[in-house]
């Protein structure tokens, strides 16, 4: 064979197989995402309801104006950023803590990881429901027993999901209790990529445990923890189930959300506009929320 | 992991779809087979409609039943979604107050060509009333539903608390605030009284309208239902429902019955409920057992009625089969099979009469002479049930909450108003037949 010059139509070939290997994902992400949002962005200019025999009228931005006016979606607003600002900073340093824990090499660890991974397995539904239980009202709630029982019945039974100040918080317990195993799992395979050299490196130093996590183990993990910081934060966005099974945005909206509100408005009330102008803000502020986070914190380009 | 999951599920979910529409009876081709989507329920009430159906197709017609059951948490939004795909089955069972939506979306063929007088004297009133829209029916329903409150008889008598022998002689608000009141007394826990705050959805209006009704007011004005403001929020409707928020709130005497188990469990004395928790209740309790009309907010006790109703849909390729299927339903065997299993009210006389419970001198009679004596009052008879019912829930659930009553009210009106003129009126639209 003699030797040609084969740059320009094998990089055309190249070019070629790449698009037929990106087709499908494109074609998915074009159908699934872009179609559907471009549908929503135009719908919500419209008065469309489900199955109104009236006919569809242009109605500009009167939807937007009504869903940023009403006090209901401002407060799911409020409940998504407050959601969000707990969630991810707690559930990242606990998925850390507990990656450090079960990262031990000890008898039986395995046990303990199958046992910090199980609730991301369970449905959320599943999940909803038994944490409902347990934050019964009364003083045989068990969360209400284990209170009275630690504080020597120095606290007062609560009705967790029905008090305006507890609600909230009760569901970001049980999600960050439901999600922090995947965030666990993430950081555990981090924290093993590490090369061990690297802690022999540190320890001829004479670097203590703190110094090693601080300069080793910590610069080590940065992408994953931007990672997991990141899925988190849009997971946090979408809370959708447990609020829909255990309090429905109540107690007087103190634990609706975005999605929450959308969902009432097109299967409730059958306002598809208005539930279309619900998701075109919701993207909005969670593409802003993303971008703000990766202006902040850049993965380092060898994984991204 | 979640959309894998998800995934499977819908498999699932398709492999027993597939399952379930394999035909019966491949044999006969020349039979037309009429779909027919109807609630889940309760396991006993699926089984009687399932082998009611059954009953049916071995019956030899011109046209069988295929017999699709949905669960009811979302029906309404099932309906929508089949309606928008041009995939409504022949016939249709609906929650009743929904029949004026669905009539208003032309989704409905009107009944009372098909009916026969025989069957439409037969008919309880109340059924009637709920299936009558702008003077045409639209759709039948093959029981009633009972509103009422529970009572553990001897607990009662330990407070000497006079006992209405009927919705004549109901207690007032301010006589059963002194019920509640002395029972606390004798409770451990001053919760007495089971408003079923665990339940979610429908309940909150079916359950809680007649007070407003009772008190003078209502949902939504009479009989034009054009506006909610003044109705819903007149100072009639405040002062009732400030008195059920004082029976919830932090002194009062409502158990959250977060398990379901409060009169069950002797929690509670009295239990605000339908029909549905009878067997129950009656297995629990025995002869203790009483069955009390709602109380008196000023103009006298008034109930909620209306259950699941059966309708033609425009689709319906043979409104004549179909109609024989609605007329089998409410033979008295299959009415009083149905109501033995879920213990509500039968819709024609004839069947009450056979029934023990419900005839004179029975545990349930009271149901029946709430629906045939007027006490009882269907929800709006307006296309906007859909919003007006979930606005009012979600008004509900933030006065349980503690909420100021005559803002939250203003609120709901406000939103119910705006819907109906976002809808033009709900005006009848000229439909063409299809």
Redesign the interface.
Known sequence: MKPVNRRRPRLRGEGVTAALFAAPALAGLLLFVAVPFGLALGLSLT?L??????QTRFVGWQQYARVLADPTFQRAMLNNALFAAVVVPVQTTLALLLALAVNQRLRGMVVFRALFFMP??F??ALVALVW??IY???PNGPLNALLGLVTFGGVAPQ?FL?D?LLALPAIMLMSIWQGVG?QMVVLLAGLQSIPNELYEAAATERAGRWSQFRHVTLPQLRNPLVFTALVTTVLAFRVFDQVQIMT?G????ATTTIMFEAV?AV????QVAQAAAMTVVFFFLVLMVTLVQRAAVRQEREVA | ??SA?FILTAWCAALAACKQEQPQNPAAESVLRLQAWAHAGREAERRVIERQVRAFNRQPLTADIELTLLPEG?YN?QV??A??ADGLPDLLEFDGPFVY?YV???HLLPLEDYVSQELRENLLPSIIAQGTYRGRLWSLGQYDSGLALFGHRSMLERIAARIPAGPDTAWTADEFAEVLRRLARQDADGQVLDLKLNY?GEWYTYAFAPVLWSAGAGLIDRPGCRSATGTLNGPAAIAALQRVQAWIGRRGCVD?N??DYAFVGRRVALSWVGHWEYARYAEACGDDLLLIPLPDFGTGTVTGQGSWNWGLTRRCRDPRAAMRFLEYLLADEQVLEMTRANHAVPATRSAVARSALHREGGALHLYVRQLAEGWARPRPQTPAY??MT??FQQAF??L????DVSSVLDRAAAEIDR?IR???GYLP?A?AEP
């Not at chain 2, 349980?400 to 909420?403: N, P, T, V």
């Open positions: 008065n309801r489900m199955g109104s025999p009236l991301v397995v449905p959320m409902e239980l019964a009202p009364g009705d029905h305006r995947f429905r109540g107690p007087l909206d009432q299967f409730e009330r059958q | 992991m979640r999951l979302e939004a929508q979604a309606a928008l939506n208003w979306q032309g979610r959250p977060v398990d859909p919003v979930s606005v659930d933030d349980r909450h503690g909420a819907d976002d809808n033009q639209q439909r």
